[in-house]
């Protein structure tokens, strides 16, 4: 008989700046879903097991070294993706060279994609668990405690052998997501936000995102929905037993082509009448196709769609393959404003072949929609947007090495335009003011969840003051290097500080109002 097995899974820290802030009103950190399923399913089968959030927790080696220290680990597992690859190899490397006795096991996104380059970079790693990954994950677990150390006989597993990578047959994918345990709650937001998943799989296949050569290497149907009275069940259980407030639906893409599947969540959450509000994902043509929809959603409680236009340049949304206009993004746009939803919005203004021109109008098509004055939206100023990155395994990154555009940098290539070079050497540098910034200005929503709404409002002039500041630098910043200007990265930033400072004064003094309030309110009671 198999005996339970001691685990720790982990969901390692983002190679970037983390921009969820806990007092958000939309960006809350939220756990890890798939770890979050492995880890009910596992502690089924009779497994102990411990998750470990490093993203919402900010949690470092220190942290997680304490952890394996006090928890007589036999296996650890790790979540890879291209947002923490770097530090997946740095902690697993760590742990092997710390605990060399315990099984440390790759399991997501990119360990399926990239199997070699995973045993490359941690040379002593012993599994990669490939696609999805629960039943995998059990049986290699038995193994283990059987000491069969090669796994032959279980699919969705590489291992090594005499210094070869070798790579069983893949696994078919849960046709029924409804047989799952509910996923093991690791981390709530203590401002009442939790994270669902309504089904796996995305419909889009976007040239950025490294999907398709997932698709490939699976077996069996991607796209798939759990049934909406199994979703509604969940968040009754989160709102009843754990106070949540606010679900957020993590799924690539909430609409699915089945309509069916929508009217029957629609037609569940109206018999429950749950008290919750939530937001969900959503390519621009899915908002169109599905307009009386959302209407229907938001009568039940949806507040906050996150578009994924990515640009107002229609040579951009074809090289992203987007199969969208831009003027199906305009009118996504506005069917959520005109039912009162709010919005946020995936913009990539930059690409290897964008003109400084193309920059320009991107950013007074954002300027028309009212990117930087929507009031009630989380929107990011535009300099903290991210140009379109070379994700492993996307045919964006195909697209790069067969053209030689291929470079090994942060984001995969240099611009052909050497205005966009300089555009953009310039504007990183202002992003690195702006982003402590920004950050600060989010307490607005501390503000409101405490319900103090004078200082919340005042936080809002200040953010969007931040963001219509931001736009008016980018499109000066356009202007000047269109000109062929020489311009000193520092000089030209320098002559913007005045302004920044005056913004970051008021955020301060309305931070200290507010630390002092609720310093007050916590003395009183």
């Known amino acids: 008989m198999v005996k339970n097995m001691n685990i720790l899974l982990i969901n390692p820290p983002y190679d970037f700046k983390n921009d969820t802030v806990v007092d958000s009103l939309f960006l809350q950190p939220v756990q890890s879903m798939g770890l979050g399923y492995l880890a009910s399913y596992m502690e089924r089968e009779g497994h102990h097991v411990n998750v470990l959030e490093c993203p919402p927790n900010n949690l470092r080696w220190k942290d997680i070294n304490e952890e394996i220290m006090g928890g007589s680990y036999e296996i650890i597992g790790l979540s890879v993706y291209s947002y923490n690859y770097k530090n997946v190899s740095l902690l697993g490397n760590r742990i092997k060279k710390a605990y060399p006795r315990i099984v440390l096991v790759i399991g997501g996104f990119l360990a399926t994609i990239s ?60 046709t029924d997501l409804d047989v799952l345990p509910l996923p093991k709650i690791s981390y709530l937001s203590p401002n009442g936000m939790a994270a669902i998943i309504s089904g796996r799989g995305c419909h889009g296949r976007c040239s950025f995102c490294s999907v398709s050569t997932y698709i490939k290497r699976l077996k069996g149907r991607y796209c798939r929905k759990r049934n909406p009275s199994n979703i509604v069940s969940e968040i009754n259980n989160l709102v009843s037993n754990y106070n949540v407030k606010y679900i957020s639906f993590h799924d690539d893409s909430f609409f699915t082509t089945n309509r069916e599947w929508v009217e029957g969540f629609v037609s569940c959450m109206n018999k429950d009448c749950i008290p919750v509000e939530f937001s969900i994902s959503a390519r621009a043509d899915d908002i169109i196709n599905y307009e009386n929809e959302i209407i229907q959603l938001a009568d039940i409680g949806l507040k906050y769609v996150f578009v994924g236009a990515e640009s107002f340049i229609q040579r951009q949304l074809d090289l992203y393959r987007k199969g969208t206009t831009v003027e199906e993004n305009i009118r996504a746009i506005n069917i959520l404003k005109d039912n009162g939803i709010k919005c946020g919005l995936g913009i990539m203004l930059l690409d290897p072949y964008v003109c400084i021109e193309e920059v320009r109008d991107n950013l007074s098509a954002l300027d028309i929609v009212g990117y930087a004055r929507e009031r009630y ?27 030689g555009l291929y470079k090994p940098n942060a984001i ?43 200082i919340a409002e005042k936080l809002l002039d200040q953010k969007i003051a931040l963001r219509e500041l931001d736009i008016l630098f980018c499109f000066k910043l356009c202007e000047d290097v269109m000109e062929t200007k020489q311009l000193d990265p520092q000089e030209y930033i320098y002559s913007w500080q005045q302004k920044l400072d005056e913004i970051n004064e008021c955020v301060m003094h309305l931070s200290d109002s ?11 009671s």
């Not at 507010?514 to 916590?522: E, K, N, S, T, V």
Request: proline fraction near 5%.
């Open 377 to 403: 939206n989380d929107f990011p100023p535009v300099s903290l947007l991210y140009p379109v990155t070379c994700v492993k395994g996307s045919s964006f990154e195909r697209l790069l090495k067969e053209n």
């Open 514 to 524: 507010l630390d002092m309030i609720l310093g007050q309110h916590a003395y009183t």
């Open 412 to 454: 995969g290539y240099d611009f052909i335009d050497p205005k966009v070079q300089k555009f953009y050497q310039i504007q990183r540098i202002w992003a690195d003011k702006l982003y402590p910034l920004n950050k600060a200005c989010s307490i607005h929503g501390k503000a409101y969840l405490r319900e103090y709404y004078h």
């Open 115 to 174: 199997v070699d380059e995973m045993f490359q970079s941690i040379p002593d790693l012993d599994y990669c668990v490939l696609g999805e990954g629960e039943e995998t994950f059990k049986e290699l677990a038995d193994a283990i405690e059987k000491r069969q150390v090669i796994p032959t006989g279980i699919n969705g597993v590489a291992y090594k052998s005499e210094g070869l990578v070798i790579i069983n047959e893949f696994r078919k994918v849960l």
